[in-house]
């Protein structure tokens, strides 16, 4: 089996740690952030482990395995119509309910499964354990215990998807989430007839699969068996029988007996060893002021004014030594060669203009730190929690404001982050307006013009300049939400992560 690739697809929920696992397996350093959705399309890259080679798929971070949203069709396409050998899920410990929604679907769709219940020490710290033992026999895969954002427990989640491979086990795997008679009923029913049809084309997991999400009314798995009215027919009286019998929707009846599950598991793996009623989140503690209907926006401002300030000022200190040693190295090349075209070329041209570029360095350098340090710490989020209102009168979600302060530090990337905006017309309105905030390119000529002619208050005006950029963005996206950008308006639910202190590794 050595002589081939073994596909691992990585899966997990949004803010769950993935990105940064992902990062730790391959030695990469994509983008990541104590936000939802990091990863917005699939990354792949190859892994040696034990003399085996391993090609790793990160799919972007999803809650569930539909078709609601662009995220969730990559994964869910990926696992459906790749077949990767392995999938490796990853669990979040500190919301580990929510994490086993997408493992219940998961395991439906057969694939082989290693587990990496990450955040273990936010897990531990609420006062939870989880005997791995006991959850793996449950969900027909070895569980580790990692913990990212440290490098702990890499080893061995690479031993046990190398494990898998060697044991030659890389067939389906199904394994069933326990409906109730009148769900089972009907999916055997759709089940056999999707079997049917496709003839040899699907095994049974497969087909299972497909009728379960036929029967929950995926609006793309309906779309692609468009053809075969009989069977739209019959799934439609299905569909209006059990919720006739059960007095709702399927949707929420299926929703309501894969959490059913969930709760099994938990209540035979996980301990609690602090009742939650005797301790206040602190989150909670932080969020009472930083979400402040009258304390927020301004604490939020001078945070804003914090960055700039300390970007001038601190970078001023390490500005003077470049400077100076540049002119030292300038002296001394200068001291050795003869005047004429090479001396000036070399001390004027070639020394003074890397000078003059690089003097700027630090300045960028802290700028980048603190826009890493308020997306890791969970703040960014909130802020865009907290200014939604706000946004919302100039035509942008709250959730806009993410890749907006992002422009701060550059355009390209910010743009990119765009695509986590659900709404199609806050997304494009976003996309336009990007490039009026002030990136870290313009930020050199700045700090240039506030030194020389506002000495006293350069951090100040800095900041004041890049507000403006700001007013600016939102006065564009008004102008383009009223008479260029067509469309509905729509509500959107953005996840509040919790507060982390940032990891060394993750703000360099």
């Known amino acids: ?137 449950m969900l027909d895969g ?29 067939e389906d795997r199904p394994m069933k989430v326990p409906y109730d008679s009148h769900l089972e009923g009907a999916i055997e029913k759709v089940r056999n007839a999707v079997a049917e049809l496709h003839p040899g084309a699907l095994e049974s997991e497969q087909s299972r699969w497909l009728a379960i999400k036929l029967l929950e009314g995926d609006d793309e798995i309906l779309r692609q068996e468009g053809d075969h009215a009989l069977l739209i027919e019959m799934i439609r009286r299905e569909r209006l029988d059990l919720s006739h019998s059960h007095g709702d929707d399927v949707e929420t009846m299926f929703a309501d007996s894969r959490y059913g599950f969930i709760h099994g598991l938990l209540s035979e793996a996980r301990e609690i060893s602090i009742s939650p009623e005797k301790r206040m989140s602190q989150t909670r503690k932080l969020d009472s002021v930083l979400l402040h209907r009258t304390l927020g926006l301004p604490l939020f401002l001078f945070f804003m004014w914090l960055m700039f300030e300390t970007t001038f000022t601190l970078g001023a200190y390490p500005m003077d030594w470049i400077d100076a040693g540049v002119a030292l190295i300038g002296e001394a090349v200068a ?133 403006l950029s700001m007013v600016i963005a939102l006065g564009a996206a008004v102008f383009l939400n009223r008479f260029v950008v067509r469309g509905g308006d729509e509500a959107f639910v953005m996840e509040l992560p919790p507060y982390r202190l940032p990891t060394l590794g993750a703000l360099v």
């Open 335 to 467: 001291g050795v060669l003869p005047d004429g075209m090479v001396k000036d070329l070399l001390v004027d041209g070639i020394i003074a203009g890397v000078g003059g570029t690089i003097i700027f360095l630090p300045n960028i350098v802290i700028l980048f730190f603190f826009l890493a340090f308020f997306s890791e710490s969970g703040y960014l989020a909130r802020s865009a929690f907290l200014l939604d209102r706000l946004m919302h009168a100039f035509g942008l979600h709250g959730k806009a404001f993410i890749p907006l302060v992002m422009g701060f530090g550059c355009n390209v990337p910010a743009i990119m982050a765009t695509r986590t905006i659900e709404s199609e017309k806050s997304r494009l309105i976003a996309i336009l307006v990007n490039p009026f905030m002030c990136c870290s390119a313009r930020l050199p000529v700045f700090i240039l013009f506030a030194g020389a002619f506002f000495a006293q208050w350069a951090g100040t005006v800095v900041f004041l300049i890049y507000m």
């Open 1 to 137: 089996m050595k002589d081939r690739m073994v596909t691992v697809a990585l899966v997990g929920n949004p803010n769950s740690g993935k990105t940064t696992l992902s990062n730790c397996l391959t030695g990469a350093h994509d983008g990541v952030g104590n936000y939802p959705r990091v990863t917005v399309s699939k990354r792949a890259r190859d892994i040696q482990h034990m003399g085996w080679t391993f090609k790793l798929v990160d799919l972007p971070g999803i809650y569930s395995l539909t078709s609601q949203s662009p995220e969730e069709r990559i994964g869910r396409d990926f696992i459906h119509a790749e077949r990767p050998d392995i999938v490796l899920n990853v669990l979040d410990g500190g919301n580990l309910d929510r994490s086993l929604f997408l493992t219940s679907q998961l395991i439906e769709m057969g694939r082989p499964r290693v587990y990496a219940l990450n955040m273990a020490d936010e897990m531990r710290r609420k006062g939870h354990t989880v005997d791995l033992k006991a959850l793996g026999s």
């Open 142 to 170: 070895p569980v580790i215990e990692t913990v990212a954002t440290k490098d702990q427990g890499v080893e061995e989640l690479l031993d046990a998807v190398v494990s898998i491979a060697e044991s030659g086990a890389l």
